[in-house]
């Protein structure tokens, strides 16, 4: 990460030191940098989306609470406390990382306990075909409706006998391309009890997909509409990634290969693009709209209590951050101080905030006190 050089200034003895203080190694340059991008995302959704939830996100500060600044001191990581947070998983780069690590961390532990109890993952993608003239809204209000009638139907229930199904989690997913627009789509993780073949799998879901669609008044056709991974044992870790990403730069290798090609963008990536590009951010906005109020992941009835999981927060809830009882207290800022810093005009400053924290609290103190001139008093 880069800090702030500012030469023939009293403070450049201040910025050596605090060099010193952060000498971070290559993965912690790489963590930091992504930190303080994520941030200068917000910024862009805060722009295209005034008014909006994400637009206070990591900005307002709760009422009655002062704004704190901890470190994870296993982990390293920094959290701010005290400031209110949007949850969306939608338009909010920040929230959805750390909704998506929550629910990373919770699909795993899911897995292990249905393992536990002879039920293994297959992971399914539905889609339709679509063109660039469709709307994101009617586009999943289609989808949505074809798979609940496609669960509803006689036939699925009879799928799911012949897979030994236990359970389902389903997320919804977007990218968008130059060629046929809005890309929605379903990635769901049903557990079973059954041993099966990919292309087994495949074949029974694409009849019911296919006759669903229809009746929305969708087609898919066989290659696209419907992907079936079996993952291997060593890569049930990566199950987590694949159902809650979000718009996130992906990190399972396999389904996601076609996300690095050009012309197909995430929704975080149209938000990056939308400052040199308004059309980008245009579609941003749309997509923006569509997704609003629409339910990020869905467990199947009674999965949860079967896996022995407690009750499911919401993406406010997973947006928060949560202490370990490792925390510490690095300082403490009055809102007066807190404004300060987010309103300083510096780009991605929060980002870069947690990114010097991960240093601890004297390169903290540090950074406030030479960059913004503030003496956090304990
Ligand atoms: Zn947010």
Redesign the pocket.
Do not use: D
């Given at each position: 990460m880069m800090l702030p050089v500012e030469r023939n200034n009293a403070k450049t003895q201040h910025l050596g030191n605090l060099r010193n203080l952060v000498a971070a190694t290559d993965k912690e340059n790489y963590i930091n940098d992504k930190k303080v991008a994520r941030f200068r995302l917000?910024e862009s959704a805060k722009r295209l989306l005034p008014g909006w939830?994400?637009d206070y996100?990591?900005e307002a500060t709760i009422p009655g609470e002062s704004v704190t600044i901890w470190q994870d001191t296993e982990s390293g990581a920094a959290h701010v406390k005290g400031v209110a947070?949007?949850?969306?998983v939608w338009?909010?780069p920040?929230?959805?990382t750390q909704i998506a690590l929550q629910r990373k961390q919770e699909i795993s532990t899911a897995l292990k306990a249905a393992e536990k109890i002879g039920y293994r993952p297959v992971l399914v993608t539905l889609t339709a075909s679509h063109g660039r003239d469709m709307s994101a809204a009617e586009l999943i209000k289609q989808l949505t409706n074809a798979k609940r009638d496609m669960r509803r139907a006689r036939a699925f229930r009879e799928l799911k006998n012949e897979i030994g199904y236990r359970g389902s989690i389903s997320s919804l997913e977007c990218t968008w391309g130059y060629a046929n627009g809005f890309h929605f789509h379903f990635h769901e993780v049903f557990l079973v009890s059954k041993v099966l073949q990919p292309e087994t799998v495949k074949n029974m879901f694409f009849t019911r997909w296919e006759r669903a669609l229809s009746r929305v008044g969708l087609t898919c056709d066989y290659e696209h509409g419907v992907d079936v991974i079996i993952p291997k044992q060593d890569d049930y870790e990566l199950v987590g990634n694949y159902i809650a990403k979000w718009g996130l730069e992906s990190e399972l290798s396999r389904g996601d290969a076609k996300e690095g090609r050009s012309d197909h963008f995430s929704p975080f990536q149209l938000l990056a693009m939308s400052e040199a590009k308004p059309w980008a951010g245009g579609v941003f906005v749309e997509y923006a709209k569509a997704t609003k109020g629409q339910t990020s992941m869905r467990w199947s009835r009674g999965l949860r209590d079967v896996l022995g999981l407690s009750k499911e927060l919401t993406d406010k809830e997973a947006?928060e951050a949560r202490l370990s009882e490792n925390s510490v207290l690095l300082a403490r800022l009055t809102v007066k101080q807190w404004k300060r810093v987010i309103y300083s005009g510096r780009s991605g400053v929060v980002g870069e905030l947690l990114a010097v924290a991960r240093s601890g609290r004297d390169a903290l103190l540090l950074w406030l006190e030479s960059v913004f001139d503030i003496m956090p008093d304990g």
């Open positions: 917000l939830g994400v996100c990591m947070r949007c949850g969306s338009t909010c920040v929230c959805s947006a």
